[in-house]
């Protein structure tokens, strides 16, 4: 599956963004995920909706700012990130993985399909 991220961009603290995800066959049947990369720093985990939307999971960092979702019939995925902060800006990635098993789902090495990533810069 080919994923393609979008919706990056400039915004001030206290902000939103929507950023998408758009794939090239239906995902119904993968875990969904969106990771992020600042400058200097590892690939880290965001959110992710595991297979057939059965459940959601959010890195304590963005939980209760950030919400992911799907629309299957568009094959998109979205994680709309509210109240944005300085430190939630990172080239933002997002990944899919078929036969992922719930206990490996904020890890960057079980996902082995990714978008381009799409920037998100917060100012202050």
């Known amino acids: 599956v080919q994923l393609q991220a979008c919706g990056g961009g400039l915004v001030q603290a206290g902000g939103s963004l929507r950023l998408s995800c758009a794939a090239s066959?239906?995902?119904?049947?993968?875990?969904m995920a969106w990771f992020r990369q600042a400058p200097g720093k590892e690939r880290e985990f965001v959110a992710a909706?595991?297979?057939?939307?059965?459940?959601?999971h959010y890195a304590d960092s963005v939980k209760g700012r950030f919400t992911i979702s799907r629309d299957s019939a568009k094959n998109t995925q979205y994680v709309q990130m509210n109240s944005l902060k300085p430190e939630d800006t990172a080239v933002y990635y997002c990944?899919?993985?078929?036969?992922?098993?719930?206990?490996?789902?904020?890890?960057?090495?079980?996902?082995?399909?990714w978008g381009q990533g799409t920037l998100v810069t917060v100012s202050s």
């Open positions: 066959r239906r995902t119904s049947s993968m875990t």
């Open positions: 909706a595991f297979r057939w939307s059965s459940s959601t």
């Open positions: 990944a899919a993985e078929t036969s992922l098993i719930l206990l490996r789902v904020r890890q960057v090495d079980a996902y082995n399909y």
